[in-house]
């Protein structure tokens, strides 16, 4: 197949065929977003805040390639997230963590064959020992690669794999790497990458949040493209295995509840410079309610920890903070800092028919209605507004789940 002049041509040919081919590897790449830089030698991928995957790649790397090796090359991409790679370096060496990473990918036969990518020298990925198990985890491989001398092979001198390759001789030819235990009887030679882990260091979430944001992404690419590809069947078991983060779904549920700017005279209207014509600001735009269970069963040290979570958004809030125990105890305005110097009021049982009667009375019905709470009283009526429940269970979550309303639950 030739090749395509435009980078953005061939990444969207290469997107669209994966669509017909391939429907759910082209429905995943269609949730990322593609960012053209020329400081990424080839393509990588990172998570990041607000729940997106970015793939970043370089415009010469991808000339180099037809359509049908873009396809094989975005297919990777989405496996290293799929399996959470980019997130679970830790403190691992990163060589030889990407080394492993590559081989849970490349080494198995129902995956896509970046290592055959046909002639391209400096993208046929890595050798590997047949004796070797397909089935290990990447944790499992990486404790193996640690006791192997690893020879990492030169790329050829003017591509453009050579340009950022660490170790050169004084006429500035790449030169192998060898890496690895001295005493090591067993020697493996890899062959130069074609994708760029280090941009995995720009990943700006947690490996539990990483987790949530790649859950939803494989939901949608079920629900719209139908099966998923055999051999991640057990990656994406793996993904509903922890306990749901809190401080994603937090955000998520009031980012939906910021609808639409508001119009300010304090800021100048961009588009209409003019005198006489509003502004407009995302600050302090919505209205929150934080209701704060009392009862005494609620731990000083969780409370801290999501008050601390609700700091990092507070500015796109009107924040009312109020606190109940078996009844209505006082609120007030709420402003950033304020949870240090807290007065805790009441400290008796818990009733949520005070608290919803008190938010409904006293005209604190906010956009946005957080509940902090155990969970251990009896559950009112279900409400018309939004609701979410932030649970810190003393004993088993199903014992304190709301009967209706968004919950989320504070780990230990």
């Given at each position: 197949m030739p090749l395509v002049n435009s980078t953005s041509d061939l990444?969207?040919?290469?997107?669209?065929?994966?669509?017909?081919?391939?429907?759910?590897?082209?429905?995943?790449?269609?949730?990322?977003?593609?960012?053209?830089?020329?400081?990424?030698?080839?393509?990588?991928?990172?998570?990041?805040?607000?729940?997106?995957?970015?793939?970043?790649?370089?415009?010469?790397?991808?000339?180099?390639?037809?359509?049908?090796?873009?396809?094989?090359?975005?297919?990777?991409?989405?496996?290293?997230?799929?399996?959470?790679?980019?997130?679970?370096?830790?403190?691992?060496?990163?060589r030889r963590w990407n080394v492993a990473t590559d081989y849970i990918i490349n080494g198995k036969e129902s995956s896509p064959k970046i290592a055959n990518l046909p002639e391209k020298e400096e993208c046929r990925g890595i050798y590997y020992p047949e004796k070797w198990d397909n089935n290990l985890t990447s944790e499992e491989l990486y404790d193996r690669l640690s006791k192997v001398r690893l020879r990492y092979k030169a790329p050829k001198?003017?591509?453009?794999?050579?340009?950022?390759?660490?170790?050169?001789?004084?006429?500035?030819?790449?030169?192998?790497?060898?890496?690895?235990?001295?005493?090591?009887?067993?020697?493996?030679?890899?062959?130069?990458?074609?994708?760029?882990?280090?941009?995995?260091?720009?990943?700006?979430?947690?490996?539990?949040?990483?987790?949530?944001?790649?859950?939803?992404?494989?939901?949608?690419?079920?629900?719209?493209?139908?099966?998923?590809?055999?051999?991640?069947?057990?990656?994406?078991?793996?993904?509903?295995?922890?306990?749901?983060?809190?401080?994603?779904?937090?955000?998520?549920?009031?980012?939906?509840?910021?609808?639409?700017?508001?119009?300010?005279?304090?800021?100048?209207?961009?588009?209409?410079?003019?005198?006489?014509?509003?502004?407009?600001?995302?600050?302090?735009?919505?209205?929150?309610t934080v209701c704060v269970d009392t009862s005494g069963s609620v731990n000083q040290k969780l409370l801290n920890q999501f008050f601390s979570e609700l700091e990092m958004i507070s500015q796109k809030f009107k924040i009312t903070l109020m606190q109940f125990d078996h009844g209505y105890q006082c609120h007030d305005q709420y402003h950033r800092g304020d949870w240090k110097k807290l007065e805790i009021k009441g400290r008796g049982g818990t009733s949520f028919v005070e608290c919803f009667k008190a938010l409904e009375e006293k005209n604190l019905v906010g956009k946005c209605n957080l509940i902090l709470t155990d969970g251990e009283a009896t559950w009112p009526v279900e409400r018309d507004y939004p609701v979410l429940w932030v649970i810190i269970p003393h004993g088993k979550p199903d014992a304190v789940t709301p009967p209706w309303g968004k919950y989320i639950f504070i780990e230990k």
């Amino acid at each position: 197949m030739p090749l395509v002049n435009s980078t953005s041509d061939l990444l969207i040919r290469a997107r669209c065929k994966l669509l017909t081919t391939e429907a759910w590897y082209g429905t995943m790449a269609a949730m990322f977003r593609w960012k053209e830089c020329d400081r990424v030698p080839t393509i990588g991928v990172r998570v990041v805040d607000g729940g997106y995957v970015d793939c970043l790649y370089n415009p010469k790397f991808c000339d180099q390639l037809t359509v049908d090796e873009m396809m094989a090359v975005v297919q990777h991409e989405i496996e290293h997230i799929v399996l959470l790679h980019c997130v679970r370096t830790g403190t691992r060496d990163p060589r030889r963590w990407n080394v492993a990473t590559d081989y849970i990918i490349n080494g198995k036969e129902s995956s896509p064959k970046i290592a055959n990518l046909p002639e391209k020298e400096e993208c046929r990925g890595i050798y590997y020992p047949e004796k070797w198990d397909n089935n290990l985890t990447s944790e499992e491989l990486y404790d193996r690669l640690s006791k192997v001398r690893l020879r990492y092979k030169a790329p050829k001198k003017g591509s453009d794999l050579a340009k950022g390759w660490p170790k050169k001789d004084e006429n500035g030819n790449p030169q192998d790497i060898i890496d690895g235990p001295p005493d090591a009887t067993e020697e493996i030679e890899i062959q130069p990458g074609f994708d760029d882990h280090d941009i995995w260091a720009g990943s700006t979430v947690g490996e539990d949040e990483a987790r949530q944001v790649v859950k939803d992404m494989v939901r949608q690419a079920g629900i719209k493209a139908g099966n998923v590809p055999g051999h991640l069947l057990g990656a994406i078991d793996a993904l509903e295995e922890p306990c749901v983060n809190w401080k994603y779904e937090l955000r998520q549920f009031m980012g939906r509840a910021l609808g639409g700017k508001r119009r300010t005279w304090s800021r100048a209207n961009r588009r209409q410079p003019e005198f006489g014509i509003k502004g407009r600001s995302n600050h302090a735009s919505v209205k929150l309610t934080v209701c704060v269970d009392t009862s005494g069963s609620v731990n000083q040290k969780l409370l801290n920890q999501f008050f601390s979570e609700l700091e990092m958004i507070s500015q796109k809030f009107k924040i009312t903070l109020m606190q109940f125990d078996h009844g209505y105890q006082c609120h007030d305005q709420y402003h950033r800092g304020d949870w240090k110097k807290l007065e805790i009021k009441g400290r008796g049982g818990t009733s949520f028919v005070e608290c919803f009667k008190a938010l409904e009375e006293k005209n604190l019905v906010g956009k946005c209605n957080l509940i902090l709470t155990d969970g251990e009283a009896t559950w009112p009526v279900e409400r018309d507004y939004p609701v979410l429940w932030v649970i810190i269970p003393h004993g088993k979550p199903d014992a304190v789940t709301p009967p209706w309303g968004k919950y989320i639950f504070i780990e230990k």
